[in-house]
């Protein structure tokens, strides 16, 4: 039994924890190690300082296993003894997490990487840049987006195809 809708609520949170590594004038930054930064990110995604060091840890894999260089088995010591309970509301059954307050946000991240697998698989990728850290989910019909943003990475490897078809010619000239 696969269990979509309780992750897909959670999409943004797993997108938003994915590109808390970004590269800034060349080089990689985490901004959940650096404390003012990490606080800020925590206060807006609702999470607590309690959770910080396992979202870390489960951001660490979950990158590794969306970029492939991990199976999604590596997943398995985030999701220990995580349960879903059934509550009975006035209009019907809600399913809630059953799990202790400091891991709640990293398996909320977790459940969204695997809703997306089976509700869209492959729409969630790392940025076609290869000094871009960054990861998208692909909403476009045609499945084609590439870019985290096609302001940023998009017109900078536009410019980079430009430059090198530019380079090839003026060598084919001189040859
Ligand atoms: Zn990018």
Redesign the pocket.
């Given at each position: 039994m696969e269990l979509v809708e309780v992750g897909l609520r959670d999409a943004a949170l797993l997108l938003d924890l994915l590109n808390t590594t970004p590269v800034v004038e060349g080089r990689q930054r985490d901004i959940l190690a650096d404390g003012a930064q990490a606080s800020t990110w925590l206060r807006e995604h609702g999470a607590t300082e309690a959770e910080l060091a396992e979202l870390v840890e489960a951001r660490n894999v979950l990158q590794a296993v969306v970029r492939g260089a991990e199976s999604a088995a590596a997943l398995e010591p985030h999701l220990n003894e995580v349960g879903l309970r059934a509550r009975a509301t006035t209009g019907g059954v809600r399913w809630e997490l059953d799990i202790d307050d400091a891991r709640r946000s990293a398996v909320r991240a977790i459940l969204a990487w695997d809703a997306l697998r089976v509700v869209s698989p492959g729409r969630l990728r790392a940025?076609?840049?290869p000094d871009?850290r960054?990861f998208?989910i692909d909403r476009s019909k045609p499945n084609t987006a590439r870019?985290?943003?096609m302001a940023?990475?998009g017109n900078r490897m536009k410019a980079r195809r430009h430059h090198q078809r530019a380079r090839t010619a003026k060598t084919d000239e001189q040859s």
């Open positions: 940025c076609g840049n871009c960054l998208l870019w985290c943003s940023t990475c």
